[in-house]
């Protein structure tokens, strides 16, 4: 399939400087593009390659100051770019409706129209599955777990017991949902586990990647809100409750009983202590440790984590040490001259 600049820009909801009627015949990353491609700018980083790529359009901000001989201004590049891949790109069908052979579906369970069923999945008893889910080869579904409509559940997922996944969920290979939270507590002979008997609630629109786990509550559940999209190998506690429309990047995870607000991001490799509040709106950059409570809208950063502007400074006052030693050391040659210059210029008192 291909598109003119003016007929992208009509997709887009953009604005076309230079020729509407070129003609795009595919996407491509800025520093990949070749003829006939349109490509984007979003990160700043990538402006470099504005002067160099070989794309015959770029995607930019209403409010890019530089020059390229195709341009389509739009309020979201990125979006935008992501609103036109499926214009180009034929996603991979998913499966037709059918039961494979060799799944194994309890007889209580009750399943929806229109819904795939692959091999070697097992739905046990009580189970209630939507309408339109796809459930790919390998995944269990444990007793009194419910699937809404429209989602796909990858190969090999693990859904345990009294878990209830919303509409239009998807969640990838190897994430388990519902594993015991790690409650355990010492005893004079050992270690005792407590038992771990509430459940998971996913809401709509929910998205989780591979290898990632989400722990069941002691009593109550452990729940994501609606649209919240968590990334590969994150771990998510017993009892934690994150908001709607949060982003959570790969190989983060939060302790039990916290709680995380709506519209949050969490960026890669950040650890939350347990029992915390993350207010709304709240950013944590990478590799943080958050140990307290987190306001609403403000941005955090560093190990343990604080304010970013007031954690910056610190890092640039601690990167300065080497030189301020330095200076210091200089400083007290000086000043040890000084002193000696002055006892040798002393005259002997006479009595």
Not at 4 to 24: D, F, H, P, Y
Not at 223 to 249: P, R, S, W
Not at 319 to 340: G, I, T, V, W, Y
Request: charged share 20%; net charge positive.
């Amino acid at each position: 399939m291909t598109y003119t600049l003016a007929q992208i820009a009509q997709l887009v909801n953009g604005k076309v400087e230079g020729n509407s009627n070129t003609v795009i015949t595919d996407l491509a990353e800025i520093q990949h593009a070749g003829k006939g491609e349109l490509t984007f700018l979003s990160n700043p980083k990538y402006a470099k390659f504005v002067s160099e790529t070989r794309a015959a359009a770029i995607l930019v901000a209403s409010d890019f100051d530089g020059r390229f001989p195709n341009l389509i201004r739009v309020a979201d590049p990125y979006l935008a770019f992501s609103q036109l891949v499926p214009k180009f790109r034929t996603p991979l069908p998913l499966p037709k409706p059918g039961t494979h052979a060799s799944a194994k579906i309890a007889g209580s369970a009750l399943i929806g129209k229109n819904c795939y069923i692959g091999p070697n999945v097992i739905i046990a008893a009580n189970c209630k599955i939507g309408n339109h889910v796809t459930l790919l080869g390998n995944s269990y579904i444990g007793q009194y777990s419910e699937i809404g409509d429209s989602s796909l559940i990858f190969a090999n997922v693990s859904i345990y017991h009294r878990c209830k996944i919303g509409k239009n969920v998807r969640i990838h290979s190897g994430t388990v949902i519902g594993s015991d939270g790690f409650g355990f507590v010492r005893t004079p002979t050992g270690i005792a586990k407590i038992p771990q008997e509430g459940g998971v609630e996913i809401g709509d629109d929910v998205e989780i990647g591979s290898n990632s786990s989400v722990d069941r509550g002691t009593l109550g559940n452990t729940v994501i809100g609606k649209g919240t999209k968590l990334d590969n190998l994150i771990q998510i506690a017993h009892n934690v409750k994150i908001g709607e429309y949060c982003f959570m990047a790969a190989m983060s995870g939060i302790a039990g009983s916290t709680q995380v607000g709506n519209y949050v991001t969490i960026a890669a490799q950040v650890g939350i202590a347990g029992h915390l509040h993350i207010g709304d709106g709240a950013v944590i950059a990478a590799q943080s440790g958050i140990s307290k409570d987190v306001p609403p809208n403000t941005i955090m950063f560093g190990y343990p984590a604080q304010e970013q502007s007031k954690a910056r400074r610190e890092i640039a006052h601690v990167r300065s040490l080497p030189d301020m030693k330095a200076r210091l050391k200089q400083l007290e040659n000086e000043l040890d001259l000084l002193k000696k210059r002055n006892h040798d210029g002393q005259k002997p008192t006479h009595h």
